[in-house]
């Protein structure tokens, strides 16, 4: 089982960014989609969720109106589209996954700052 996060990096505050995750090894399209992150001396919360089929979403408040949670169950993809970023987003992001089992990535980077 592999969860693979890319896309993370450097970015000034209001840029944006696309996360994305790729899944192998287990049924892809059984499992419910989660990215989570954790900041420095903080614990890891749940920053945005999606069900197996796609069909719904959900948010932490903080990133309502600028995240963007999707998936692909053709290519074993999820997506997370970050927009209007601030300094509060710094952190490192994880992908997850969770039905029966739960599998986790190794995490991607993103800071924000000038």
């Known amino acids: 089982v592999q969860l693979v996060e890319s896309g993370g990096g450097l970015v000034q505050p209001g840029g944006s960014l696309r996360l994305s995750c790729a899944a192998s090894g287990f049924t892809f399209r059984w499992y419910q989609m989660r990215w989570y992150r954790q900041a420095p001396g903080k614990e890891r919360e749940l920053v945005a969720g999606?069900?197996?089929?796609?069909?719904?979403?959900n948010y932490a408040d903080s990133v309502k109106g600028r995240f963007t949670i999707s998936r692909d169950n053709g290519k074993n993809m999820v997506y997370l589209q970050m927009n209007s970023l601030k300094p509060e987003d710094t952190a490192v992001y994880y992908c997850?996954?969770?039905?029966?089992?739960?599998?986790w990535g190794q995490g991607t980077q993103v800071t924000v700052s000038s």
């Open positions: 997850n996954a969770y039905s029966i089992n739960e599998y």
């Open positions: 999606i069900t197996s089929s796609g069909g719904t979403t």
